[in-house]
């Protein structure tokens, strides 16, 4: 028996590359989808690197919630970096092949950012409650300590509990089909090809998908619900709406990204990958980075007053060089 159990195992052929589908097979609509996605993803560069440049030359703009927005402007450049010129490059080549050490390590690294996003979008709404509800212990509250502390535990959470789900996912054998029906390598679609009982692992990211998303989340609807509370005693309306103004911009963000992330990680798994997920996906690896320098600046009045000192100060530069 021991004989016949070992022959079998030297008889299996393990997976040293997946082929990722991708969004077509049509190679025009792969050339289209290649100008419309290196155009989104430019525009997210550009956007958030903007948004990081302008809080770090304007002094009205180094405030707590524009600290972890220069955060939250880093981890989307990331984010979409993990993901993005990999799929650029499979739609120029109308090839997907990836090899298993390149998967692993991307579902390692987008897994790793979107888990921290997750934490870091709690932060935020933490924060907004202190700048709202508790206005005089505010400074206090959220000194630059405190600030550091609630950064550096939504990337260290976000990249230590990574490190459990995809462990946990890489120690499964990978012996039958390559086929990812997918344009990256994302932690539940993979795991559908492990040649393995998976329920364990399943169980695991579940429990991490609590953690990272349901908690934050959490945090974050019991925050803007005294939040609300509290801006609906203000006796001023132009408080109240830059109040409300100043939390729309996150609670947009919010919903965008929760949405689509908690479809596709805490809904009962199927055997099959459908186009649903892909598309699910293109939302939060593509269209929430991108949006998210116009959502939270689109009604800013301190962003738009820092664009117009910037350009100012150009001006007048170009100015004394003539």
């Known amino acids: 028996m021991k004989a016949g159990a070992q022959d079998s195992m030297e008889n299996i052929t393990f ?29 997210t560069i550009v956007g958030n690197l903007v948004i990081i440049m302008l809080i770090q030359v304007d002094s009205h703009l180094q405030t707590p919630m524009y600290y972890f927005l220069t955060h939250l402007s880093i981890l989307e450049i990331c984010y979409i970096s993990s993901t993005v010129p990999q799929m650029l490059a499979h739609l120029l080549a109308g090839n997907g092949a990836i090899s298993f050490t390149r998967c692993a390590v991307q579902m390692y690294i987008a897994l790793s950012l979107g888990s921290t996003e997750g934490l870091l979008l709690g932060a935020m709404a933490y924060d907004r409650y202190l700048a709202i509800c508790h206005p005089l212990l505010y400074v206090i509250a959220m000194g630059r300590w405190r600030q550091l502390q609630l950064a550096s535990s939504a990337w260290t959470g976000g990249f230590l509990l990574s490190i459990l789900n995809v462990g946990c996912t ?92 908690i479809s596709m990680y805490m809904r009962p798994r199927s055997d099959t990958t459908t186009d649903i997920d892909k598309r699910i996906a293109v939302f939060y690896i593509l269209v929430t980075p991108l949006l998210n320098p116009f959502i939270y600046t689109l009604r800013n009045k301190d962003v738009h007053n820092a664009v117009v000192k910037v350009f100012q100060r150009w001006g007048f530069q170009m100015k004394l060089q003539h």
Not at 184 to 210: N, Q, S, Y
């Open 170 to 261: 890489l120690c499964l054998p990978f012996c039958g089909p390559n086929r990812v029906n997918h344009f990256f390598c994302e932690l539940p679609v993979i795991l559908k090809l492990a040649c393995a009982d998976t329920w364990i692992t399943e169980a695991v990211i579940f429990g991490a998908a609590v953690l990272i998303l349901l908690v934050p989340l959490s945090v974050i609807l019991t925050s803007y619900s005294l939040i609300l509370f509290s801006v609906l005693q203000m006796p001023s309306a132009s408080g109240r709406h830059k109040a409300f103004s100043t939390c729309a911009s996150h609670l947009a963000v919010v919903i965008l990204f929760y949405g689509t992330v």
């Open 15 to 43: 997976v040293t590359q997946f082929i990722l589908v991708g969004l077509s097979n049509n190679h025009k609509t792969q050339i289209v989808l290649f100008a419309v996605f290196l155009l989104i993803y430019l525009l």
